[in-house]
Each structure stands twice: as structure tokens, then as C-alpha cells.
């Protein structure tokens, strides 16, 4: 069936809202994007570099921290000629990045235009910010990782999704804009924070009567539909695209959205902070990374030092933003580890740099009776084999080391489970208390992201 609406928001209204009504350079940014996809890896570095050298010389003019920074090693932003030279500036950890946001803010344009902050669920909430200018360029990165995945502005979307804006509790009229936003665009917005069965009851109701093209989750709601429409038997349509976000995609839970909405599972990976980091594209090899916005360090710490992380090695992500020159965020160490894959090109004909998977969170790794860490993966592997059994956990691990579990339990849930999940845990945990509660639901806070692992420290 030809989609004329679709056919007409893409080609018409959408190009004039952005670039004629907006005057925004989105577009302009997207179709550069489109064409550096194919470039070399030569090409690309060359790209980052040019990028790089301006945004080092805006942030040691405009920015005490950068000026500060620079002077303090002797150095000159000339001194980085490469992108491998960034490693002669220091890394910036999250507590840095909220202590130094003022210093850090430019005193030139471009000024940040735009401030926000993290939901806070992994500890202190970041404020951070950023210029008109990046906006553009996150948008384009996102349109363009989105696009790998077949979605085109004017789609019929629906987002299973957290509701920021209810918890910023944003004026009334800014409320209305959004929702004519989302009613223009073709977006449906169903809220993720409630995963109860009745709630996941509405939400495929919502599927059946949008008949949506493209589903947007937050990874962990998604898995949750999937598995409830699998469970259910209620999927009585073809096949739907579904896009990943804001938190990892695990191999189990891929499988049931698989099996929910069929085989276009495209996971994606990005953050507050710097919006898309990486995307997969129909080859599903790994992420590829938005290079021409952002530089994406896989690092390893190592005898006092930091190394650049081996193909297959885990390592913690580090992002330099080449586009916000608002509040400059340089070697900003996200929290986050990742795989990082070798620098070969993709099947599907891309040089652009790829992460081979996202691996939760540095805070997300647990610790035997001895102290001993241990991925906080080790759940969601033990539970992606139990899928039948458990329709969701959440374990949380406290400062005397005693670990918290919660189940959800799924269609095929017996008490035969609670010993195995005993059992592994004294074999990969030893020296830990582990204390089980069977639940008939977890709740998901209003951010909508719901954390599997959570350690106290
Ligand atoms: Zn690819």
C-alpha cells in the first residue's frame, strides 16, 4: 500500500518545516552524513581531525577549563594534530563534567542555547550543554542511525517510551506544541513506566489500532511487550521495524522481539549527554559509530595508565563531542563499556568505526564475598536461558555485599528455579546472601528506564 501521507510529510513537509520554516541546517547535516557514510577510513579520520582542530581551538579561547587545561600541560591545541593526540589530554569522569559545567560553559558563540540533565539513576544527576548549532548536528546523526533501520521522518512511529516530559512537568503550552509535533510526524508516544498487564495490554491495543511501521523502545519496556505478546499470543500483524535505545539490548531479549515483531531488531546506542553514539546498521555486524559527530575512545585502564582497548577487549567508552562548542564536552568517560570490533569495513559497504556491543555499565559490575568483581551480565545470561520462567528481574547488590533479587514470574515459572538460581550463584558468586522475591511486578521508575543491576556503593 503506497503511503501517501508518508510520501508527502518526507519529501514536502518535513524538508520545509526544517530547512524553510525553522531555518535549520538538519537536513543540510543529514544529506553530508548520507554521502561520509560511504567514505574511507581515511577519509572519515580526515573529518575528525578538521573537526577536532576547531572545536580544541574554540574551547582553549572561550572556555577558563580548556584554557586552564592546555596551560597547566604546556600545550597548544596546534599540539594535537591527530586524533590519536587526544590521549595527550586528560580524561573528564561524570563528577568532573557537573563540577566543571560553568568553567567549562564558553564566554563566546556559540552559547549554549540548550541545558539539561540526566535522570539521575545512575547516581548524581549530570547537568550538562549545549549550542543551537550541536543540536542540528544530533538530530542529523540520529535521522541518519534511525535510517539504517528503514525509519524515515513521517513514518508511522510508535514510542514505547519514558516520559520525560511528564516528569519535568513542562508548561502546558509547550505540552500542546510537542503533542502537535508528535501528531504532524505521525509519532505515537505510549509510556513505558508502566509495564503491568494491563498497561501492556493498552500498549497493544495502541499497536493494532496505529499499525505503526517502526516501534522506538527503551530496550528493557520493549522486552517486556515482546515477551507478553509472545506469552499471549496476541501478535495478528506483520512484521513491524524495531529500534532499540537508551539501554542495552540483551540476546535474549532481542529473540523476543524477534519473535514479537520479527527479524528488524536494529539496537541502537546513545545518551543525554551526546544524543546517538552508534547504530546498527541491516547487517546487524556491530554498531557503527557517529564519527563525523562524535570521537568514540574504547579505553582500558592498565598499570596506573590508559590504553586503547584491543578488537574484542571491554573497555570504558569515551566520547570528545566535535560539534558542541557551547559547553565542550572533551574525553567525557560516559560510564559505560563497550567491545570495541576492528577497523574493518562492514559488510554492508561502511568504514565507519564500530562497537561490537554495549556491555552495561561500569557501576553495573558485582562483587563475590571476596571482593572479587563479577559482570553484572552474569544475571541477564543466567536469565536469557530461563526466558519462560522469568519475565523480568532486578537484582540489587548492597554495601554489606548481600544481594536483593526480584522475579517476575513468566508463563513457565516453577520453584525448581529459585534452586537453580541459588546454585549458579554460589558457584559464580561465593560468599554472597542472596535473598529471592517472587513479585507480581517491578516498578519502573517515572524516567522509564528500568535497571536490571544495581550496585550500592
Ligand atoms: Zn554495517
Redesign the pocket.
Known sequence: MTDVYGHLFQKVLYPSWESGLRRRPTLTHLAELERTQWASLDELNRIQEVELGKLLRHAYESTPYYRRCFDEMSAHPHDIRAVEDLAKLPLMTRDEATDTLDERTSLKPPLPDIRKMTSGTTGRPLTFAYDRGSEYWRQAAKLRGYGWAGYHPGDRTLHFWGSVASVQAQRARARVKQELDHLLRRETYVNCANLSEAALEQAVSKIRRVRPSIIVCYAQAGAALARYIVESKKRDWDDIVVISAAERLFPADRAVMTEAFGPGVFETYGSREVMLIAAE?P?H?GL?VSMENLVVEVLVREDGGVRVAKPGELGEVVVTDLHNYGAPFIRYVNGDLAIALPDER???G?SLKRLAAIEGRVNDTLRDGAGRPVPGMFFAVLFSTLADKVRRFQVVQRKDRSIELKLVPGSAFDDSLLATVRTNCEKFLPGVDLRTEVVPDIPVPPSGKHRVIMVES
Open positions: 546498521c547487517s555486524e557503527h562492514c559488510s554492508c561502511r
